[in-house]
């Protein structure tokens, strides 16, 4: 039995752990993509918020879903992920940050 398994949904991305604990990150929510190694075994991408908490997908849990999802993120590259995934090693890489909210408008006052 896996430890764990992911559901990519239109929603979001769950992982539940064979311990009973679940990540879930809403795709709204995604603010930055990570990828790097944990052990010799698989690459990790970790999807975070802007609180740092986020979703934890191996790389042999990902399929194409979870890939054509990661495209509506603004700008984001499948080329750069790949790269990053072929070369992952212990430390991790950001590979896809948002981009900034825009600015405010000032406050206008209107005669």
Do not use: K, N, Q
Request: proline share 7%.
């Amino acid at each position: 039995m896996p430890d764990s398994y992911v559901y990519v949904t239109e929603e979001g991305v769950t992982r539940h752990y064979s311990d009973g604990s679940v990540e879930a990150l809403a795709w709204e929510d995604v603010v930055e993509v990570r990828v790097g190694g944990a052990d010799d075994t698989d690459v990790l991408i970790v999807l975070l918020d802007r609180e740092g908490e986020g979703c934890v997908v191996p790389r042999s849990a990902t399929d194409a879903t979870f890939l054509a999802r990661l495209r509506y993120l603004p700008d984001f590259d499948l080329d750069r992920l790949s790269s990053a995934v072929e070369t992952a090693h212990s430390g991790y890489v950001v590979v896809w940050r948002s981009p900034e909210p825009p600015s405010p408008l000032p406050d206008l006052e209107y005669d």
